[in-house]
Structures are given as C-alpha cells and as structure tokens.
C-alpha cells in the first residue's frame, strides 16, 4: 500500500497484541504506521512499536532498495511509534532525527544509552524541511496525544502526516469500510480529553490544502476527506454525534440489570432514535465511554456498595471525567437495600463535570424493581426524551 512512487508505506501490523496501551481491547489487532519519501534527500516518516522491529526494518530496507535515509522525522516519541529510533539512528550513523523541542528532551528518557549529540534537528511550527520536490512544513500539534506531538504536511502530493489523529484501532490487514467505529473508539478514550488542542489542530489544517491524510494508525485516508475531518470537528466539540440514549448500569446481583433493561424498553416504546444498554461489568468498557460521547443522553444505573457506588460505575464515571465528558444530559437510577448512597457518588461525580444537565428527580430502587417503580421510571425515561 504505497501513497505514490515516492510515498510508500512500511508500517506494519501487529495481529499478537492482546492489549494496546496496556487496556484497549483490539481483537482486530493494530498497524503501526511508518512511511518512507523517497527524493533528492530520503526521510523516514516514524518509526514502529518495538514488537515488530525486525518486520518493520525489512520493510525499510526493501522501500530504500540501496539508498540512505538523510532524516527520520519523528511526530510522536510515544514508544508505538518511535521505539525504534536509536537502533535506526546506529544503523545509519550519517542520518538527522528531525523533531520538536519537547520530543528532543524525552529521547534520553527512551534510549539512556544513545548519544544523539549533534543527530537532532529541532524545528517548530512552519518550519520546513526540504527534501527535493517534496518539502515538509511542520505544524505543531501538542497533545494530540502528547505534548511533543507534531504534524507534517508535504506540499507536492498534498499530504498530511497527522501522527495519532485520524487514527483507529484495528491492524490494516482486517480493514472494513466502517471507518468511524474503530476510529470513534479510538478518538474518545485517547485523545478525548483533548477536544481543545484538537480543534486547534484542525484549524491550521484547513487553511491547508490537504489530499491525503497518512496517520500513524490505521488506513491512509483519500478521496473526499470532508466525512472524517467533519466527525473530528463534531468529536472535538463535545457534541453528540447522533441521536440516542446509552443506558449504562453496573448490578451485583441482576436486579439494577432489570430495570436498566427495563428502562431501555421504556426509552424505545417513547420513540427514542436509538438505544444503547451496557453492562458496565462485564462489556468492553472503551465502547462505552464511546457511546457516552456519541448521543446526547445517558442513563447511569447502579447498586449502592460499601457506602459509595458499585465500583463498575466508579470507574466508568472516573474515567469520563479523565475524557472530559460534557456538554450531555443524564438521568440517574442507584438501588440500595439498606441506604442507598449510589445517586449522590454519581451525582458528585457527574456535577464535576462540565455542562451536565442532570435529569431530576433521582430515581431510587430498593433491592428489586417493583410494578410501584414502574411510573418513576416511566417518568425519567419520558423527561430524557422530552429534553432532546
Ligand atoms: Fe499511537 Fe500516542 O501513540
């Protein structure tokens, strides 16, 4: 899968990983994506995770076919992408590392037994780096996903090498034309929390004339790019993507289950666009949150537990938080045999975050639903519709 004669891929795909990051679920596996521009001068575009060095490096050296790399541009020191450096950086002892302040500080941290004195080039927004007929300008894009992060755009084919945005799970062999489900997933549990300097990043992008993106995950993205760039601004924002309602319920013993399925039937005979019921225990909980982000509303259902929340839950909230969930609606049902304290551990939790219109009143279960429960219920089913 080359871009053209002188763009050509030698990332790689990594099928053996059983966690990306450490606890993202990837069942369809990972690319770690890696170019090379073959010009005048010849640039490494990243390098790879270190699980697939010896594939990755073939794929280099048949992409050079005898020539050497002058640069290795490094957008992202994350070590997906740029475990690789020293051991390329030796191999080719007259090559540049081309990369921003911020990445220069952490190679020492990566590789302490490296000496890249006098190897690096640092360059800043709009410097440029010309190779021949293709030239990189450098766009800096901090936190997307770290602060070192930067992007380049090559002006001769017009493409944009966007580091982690645009970027999806899922290794490229297994590629689907549902591009959005692996890439929303991705979006909101990793680089969710950055909404701002996304946006930021998407400005300078459209001052630009962009005809193919090559991120570092997932597929080269051409043809019209108006649907991704639109869903990345849409995601960015904070606003909901389509609608429906999540219903996310974390039950010991089954009986916050029942109503929270309950509910859901409630939400679909009132007419609701598109339902979503999980169960915080035991589904894949970077779906979740990427529902949580998807629709307008949510339901959050929970048992009571050691005088606080049933963990699931705990852990779900925490980790919208950490994602800077906001701009949303959300109703609430705890349950709780003895004292309930579910509703007010969800309430705190949901009112530290920005623009949460809680949906009142707080709905209260006591160890099982009843038909006694069934108007409450109705009634918080009909007050979340009705406020869409
Ligand atoms: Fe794909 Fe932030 O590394």
Known sequence: MNISDSIRYIGVDDLDIDLFEGQYNVPEGMSYNSYLILDEKVAIMDTADGRKGDEWHRNLIAALDGRKPDYLVVHHMEPDHASLVAQTAEEFPSMQIVLS????????????????????????????????????????????????????????????????????????????????????????????????????????????????????????????????????????????????????????????????????????ELGAAKVVVSDLSREDQAEVIEDAFRYPCMVVCASSYDAGVFPPMHDFLYHLQIKNYQNRRVAIVENGSWAPTAGKVMRSMLESMKQIEIVEPVVTLRSRMKESDLPALRAIAEAVLKQG
């Open 101 to 268: 302040a911020q990445a220069q500080k952490m190679l020492p941290q990566f590789f302490e037994h490296s000496d890249f004195t006098g190897r690096t080039r640092v360059v800043k927004e709009g410097d440029t780096l010309p190779l021949g007929r293709h030239s990189l300008t450098f766009i800096s894009a901090p936190m997307v996903h770290w602060p070192e992060v930067m992007m380049s755009y090559e002006s001769e084919e017009k493409v944009l090498f966007a580091a982690d945005a645009f970027g999806k799970f899922g290794a490229l062999c297994n590629e689907t034309d549902d591009w959005a489900c692996e890439a929303r997933r991705y979006y909101f549990n990793i680089c969710g929390k950055y909404g701002v300097q996304v946006q930021n990043v998407l400005r300078k992008a459209s001052a630009l004339d962009i005809r193919t993106i090559c991120p570092l995950h997932g597929p080269v993205l051409g043809g019209d790019l108006t649907p991704y760039l639109k869903l990345y601004d849409t995601w960015s924002r904070y606003e909901a993507e389509s609608e429906g309602v999540l219903v996310a319920y974390a039950s010991i013993h089954g009986g916050t289950a029942k109503a929270a399925e309950r509910l859901g039937e409630m939400l679909r």
